[in-house]
């Protein structure tokens, strides 16, 4: 799946201008005073919680979905960096080789320390690297994200109904802090790629 060039400069407008700017302050100011090894490591945390590796057993409708929708991310993610990930039903995870986290590391680690703060806050947003780093490859548009990192409460507003303000309110809400986060990282990538082509000439 990926994004239409519709799609990409809805992503601008879905971006909160404060959101923006936070990131930028945060990336200026790194408050935590933490280094690339640490944003690294902080990242890497969630490949072993990720949401879309999480499944439930029942019921037969959500299991269902989850297989349709989650397992293709997974499986262009395994492909695009030559990693096996897989997914569990059990609380604990899927296990993850070893091979899979240094792949992981090395790739994260060809981004500067600006572009880490954003991808770090767009995998808090969506509780998933995978989702994460489609966004950052193009992979999926924001709305693709978001929608299936709510994926089980998404259905559940199917079968239960929908408190409007609120869960529209949840909903717009991730979606503007998940497009921020999106075109901050992809601005950074952008301005570290022009400097490097400046530099070779």
Known sequence: MRPTQKGKDFTKMLASPKEKTNLCNTALDNPSQRSKDQ??????????TDTICYRVEEPPALVELQKNEWDPVIEWAEKRYNVVIGSSTSIMGPTLPQSTKDTFISHLASYNSWALQGIEYMITQLKSLILSMSLVDKHLTVEQAVLLSRLEEEYQIQHWGNVEWAHDYERYDLRARTAAATLFVHLCLENSTIKHKLLQH
């Not at 944003?39 to 072993?48: N, S, T, V, Y």
């Open 39 to 48: 944003l690294i490591q902080a990242a890497l945390k969630f490949l072993e």
